[in-house]
C-alpha cells in the first residue's frame, strides 16, 4: 500500500466516525461507579516507503502503566481545547514531536477502559526520518510498528490470564522487542479491521 492509499483510508475511516461513538475494550473488567476519565492519544501513522504506527515504551518506574507500550496521549486537561490539543501536547511532552509536522486526519471511536479511562484516538500522519527525543521520565523507547504487520489478518493474536477473580482476553500484537498489548493493541485492531475493510 502506498502512502497516498493509506492517507486516503485513514481519511475515509475518521470521516465515517460519528461523535460519541465508542468502544468498550476487552480490559473493561466492571462499569466503574464514576465516569470514566477524558484522554487522548495520537495514533501517528509514518508515511515513507514502509508506513508505520509509531509507539512508545513507558519506562518502569512510572506509578501507572509502567513498562507497557502506549500510544503518545494522556488525560485530557481543562486547558486543552480538544482532544486533539491533548494528544498533540501529550506527543510532543513524551517524544518531542513538534506539533507542526503531524496531519491530523481525524478520530477514531473512544475507547472506554477497566482502568477508568475514556480515551479518544487521534489519527495524525508524520513524514518519516523525524527526529525523537523520548522525555526520560516517561518514555524508554519509540518504535513503530509496520503497516504491513498491521494489515496481516493472522497478526493480532488473543491471549487469556487470570486477574483479579476474573478470565479477561486481550489483544496482543507480534514485534520483535515489545510487548504490545491493552488498550493500544485492541485500538490497533480496531484500526487494522477498519483498513482492511477498504481492500
Request: charged share 20%; hydrophobic share 40%; glycine share 8%.
Amino acid at each position: 500500500m502506498t502512502a497516498e492509499q493509506l492517507r486516503t483510508r485513514l481519511a475515509a475511516i475518521a470521516g465515517a466516525m460519528r461523535d460519541g461513538t465508542v468502544a468498550h475494550g476487552d480490559d473493561l473488567l466492571a462499569q466503574a461507579a464514576t465516569p470514566p476519565i477524558p484522554a487522548a492519544v495520537l495514533v501517528p501513522v509514518v508515511l515513507g516507503h514502509s508506513p508505520g504506527i509509531l509507539l512508545t515504551k513507558r519506562t518502569s518506574h512510572l506509578k501507572k502503566h509502567a513498562g507497557q507500550v502506549s500510544f503518545p496521549g494522556g488525560r485530557i486537561d481543562p486547558e486543552d481545547a480538544s482532544p486533539e490539543a491533548a494528544a498533540l501536547r501529550e506527543a510532543e511532552e513524551e517524544i518531542a514531536l513538534d506539533p507542526r509536522h503531524v496531519d491530523l486526519v481525524g478520530r477514531m471511536a473512544d475507547y472506554v477502559t477497566g482502568t477508568g479511562y475514556r480515551i479518544t484516538p487521534v489519527i495524525g500522519t508524520l513524514p518519516a526520518g523525524l527526529p525523537y527525543r523520548p522525555s526520560p521520565d516517561e518514555v524508554e523507547a519509540v518504535f513503530e510498528l509496520p503497516v504491513s504487520v498491521l494489515l496481516d489478518p493472522d497478526a493480532p493474536q488473543r491471549q487469556r490470564q487470570h486477574v483479579r477473580g476474573h478470565w479477561r482476553e486481550y489483544w496482543v500484537w507480534p514485534h520483535p522487542e515489545h510487548y504490545i498489548w491493552g488498550a493500544t493493541a485492541a485500538i490497533l485492531v480496531h484500526l487494522a479491521q477498519m483498513l482492511r475493510a477498504m481492500e
